[in-house]
């Protein structure tokens, strides 16, 4: 198909969403996936808004650093900068299906090359320069790595990962020693290729090769685009696969969650390197053909945050919850214009986050509920109710159903739990093709028809669905279902909880009874007495099978993408503590 005939039909899909923003049963009923057998998303979409004399002067990206300093590049400009890495990129040996590991902070480099490999048809594995050693080696090694792009202060992690893989180093003082091995080195900035960084290339040298690109051949809607390590809060990283397909197209569904908009500057807090930053970061606001906002800071001030906002006219924000719940500390009268749209993804946000924002911005908070194996699949979509504690219902593309987590049997009355899952009768596209090199994996995950999310929910009588917690999380308390989320939300709404997490701690009777892992606010110290005062306000708004029996003042272990890391927290329960309160020493 001509690379005008499937931008006009994803155009087509893309119109449709926008038209009906705020009609979600006309959204919803007459939405269908673009599904061209051939399709690249830098190729066919993103130049496709350079081409345009209007949305091509437009800004793509706005970067501003914590000391002021801001960078501007408009589609245009972006289209000529990726296209002049996609020409050296290629000139380095870079050819379609190589894996480029890409480690870098939110810097124009990362969207540059993001583009070009997708212009060359490489695969791109994201990774945060958060991560150590260790996760390196693991993401190399299962990735099948060829190449490696990183920050050059970033380059020494890279010392003693095995392998025969091209190395490109951006920013900073690239590795003194260099690396071992046979490796293509290539840095940005500083003094690489001289001195301060021997044997290594300047990214830099891109920068002279023609904006002209022309691809060496066309890009399967199904081929390889990203590969991507999920957070690992329950076990080892999976590795996701998806395709130019899965992710460009399947963000549609992401960009009308968010009510994007074109001409909309977006600001989305996520590191580089997890799926969200794709989700919000790259695809959802280019789909919609609006900027992305980048504030870099080393430390998160919420004060900071808000000024930028007003600054720079943020008309849509997502945050996860763990932002929500900083912000909501500070005083939030200091953003005079909030933006049009607020949403939270990664983890489920509790309403007493929604019921602040909503009195001190007028706005309400929308939830929204993905995977890194999926663009978003339910949300709270522009113009509909919102109910408390709810995240929505199915998406446009999604078809959700709830299974018996042990049977696999539907659950189809309002009111029942089950397992969310999507239907594969009518598969949708933004769902990841399997895990990368774990054939049993995927089939498990995909078996009978459904993909199986591991989450837990409830429907009602209007389709809304309500997030319980993950199966792994949900435990039983005297033969009474504990859902930890319902329990950490109870939590917030004391004024000394700034975090909470919700355990099994193991008990002769009960089986289990709740534990909480709490993070204290501001101006509140741990101790017997504040310890007495969140159990009483344990059992005036929990029922008695939900009071919380254990409680313990302390940091919450997280992954490098900032959800919890709740295995971790049961080992430690499970393992004892002699700095727990219980509950019936402190009435």
């Known amino acids: 198909m001509p690379a005008t005939d499937v931008t006009e039909q994803f155009r087509t899909a893309r119109d449709f969403l926008l038209r009906h923003r705020e009609d979600y049963a006309s959204a919803y009923e007459g939405f269908r996936w673009p599904q061209p057998a051939e399709f690249n998303w830098a190729l066919d979409w993103f130049d496709r808004i350079s081409d345009r004399a209007e949305s091509g002067r437009a800004t793509a990206l706005h970067i501003v650093e914590e000391d002021g300093r801001e960078t501007r590049v408009s589609f245009s400009e972006m289209t000529a900068r990726s296209n002049r890495v996609a020409n050296w990129l290629r000139a380095q040996g870079v050819r379609p299906g190589d894996r480029i590991v890409v480690m870098l902070g939110n810097q124009v480099e990362l969207w540059e090359t993001a583009l070009a490999a997708m212009k060359l048809r490489a695969v791109v594995i994201p990774a945060t320069p958060l991560l150590g050693p260790s996760d390196l080696a693991d993401r190399v090694g299962r990735g099948r790595a060829r190449h490696v792009l990183a920050r050059t202060g970033d380059t020494a992690k890279f010392d003693g990962v095995p392998g025969d893989y091209t190395r490109i180093a951006v920013g900073g003082d690239a590795g003194a020693d260099g690396v071992p091995g046979d490796y293509t080195r290539i840095a940005v900035g500083g003094d690489a290729g001289a001195d301060g960084a021997p044997g290594w290339l300047r990214y830099e040298d891109a920068r002279r090769q023609s904006e002209l690109f022309e691809p060496d051949g066309p890009t399967a809607a199904g081929d390889l685009l990203m590969l991507y390590f999920t957070s690992g809060t329950t076990a080892r990283p999976k590795l996701v696969e998806h395709t130019h397909l899965s992710y460009p197209v399947g963000h549609l569904a992401t960009m009308y969650w968010i009510g994007l908009r074109p001409g909309d500057v977006h600001l989305n807090i996520s590191s580089p390197g997890w799926a969200k930053h794709a989700w919000s970061n790259l695809f959802a606001p280019w789909n919609a053909e609006a900027t992305v906002f980048i504030h870099n800071y080393g430390r998160f001030d919420a004060g900071r945050l808000m000024e930028q906002m007003d600054a720079h006219g943020i008309t849509s924000f997502c945050a996860p919850p763990t932002v929500w719940r900083?912000?909501?500390?500070?005083?939030?009268?200091r953003l005079r214009r909030p933006p049009r749209e607020v949403v939270a993804a990664g983890e489920p946000l509790n309403p007493e986050v929604i019921d602040r924002i909503q009195a001190a911005w007028g706005i309400t908070i929308r939830d929204g509920f993905g995977q890194t194996e999926t663009a978003v699949q339910v949300a709270n979509t522009p113009g509909q109710p919102v109910k408390n504690g709810s995240m929505g219902r199915p998406t446009p593309g999604f078809t959700v159903a709830l299974l018996d987590p042990v049977t696999g049997e539907p659950r189809t009355r309002p009111g029942e739990e089950g397992e969310i899952c999507l239907d594969l009768t009518d598969r949708p596209v933004g769902l990841m093709t399997g895990y990368h090199g774990d054939p049993e994996r995927t089939a498990e995950a995909?078996?009978?028809?459904?993909?199986?999310?591991?989450?837990?929910?409830?429907?009602?009588?209007?389709?809304?669905?309500?997030?319980?917690?993950?199966?792994?999380?949900?435990?039983?308390?005297?033969?009474?279902?504990?859902?930890?989320?319902?329990?950490?939300?109870?939590?917030?709404?004391?004024?000394?909880?700034?975090?909470?997490?919700?355990v099994p701690a193991p008990d002769p009777v009960r089986l289990a009874v709740p534990k909480a892992y709490v993070v204290l606010a501001e101006g509140w110290e741990p101790g017997p007495e504040t310890a007495r005062e969140i159990f009483a306000h344990s059992r005036q708004t929990l029922a008695p099978y939900q009071r919380l029996r254990r409680l313990e003042f302390a940091d919450l272990p997280k992954t490098v993408s900032g959800k919890i890391r709740r295995v971790e927290l049961r080992e430690r329960t499970a393992a004892g503590s002699r700095d727990e309160y219980r509950e019936e020493e402190h009435r």
């Open 326 to 333: 900083m912000l909501i500390q500070a005083d939030l009268t």
């Open 446 to 502: 995909m078996a009978g028809g459904y993909y199986r999310t591991g989450d837990i929910g409830v429907r009602d009588a209007e389709g809304y669905l309500t997030y319980i917690g993950r199966s792994d999380d949900v435990f039983k308390a005297s033969d009474y279902k504990i859902s930890p989320f319902e329990l950490e939300s109870a939590l917030l709404k004391h004024e000394a909880v700034a975090e909470a997490a919700v």
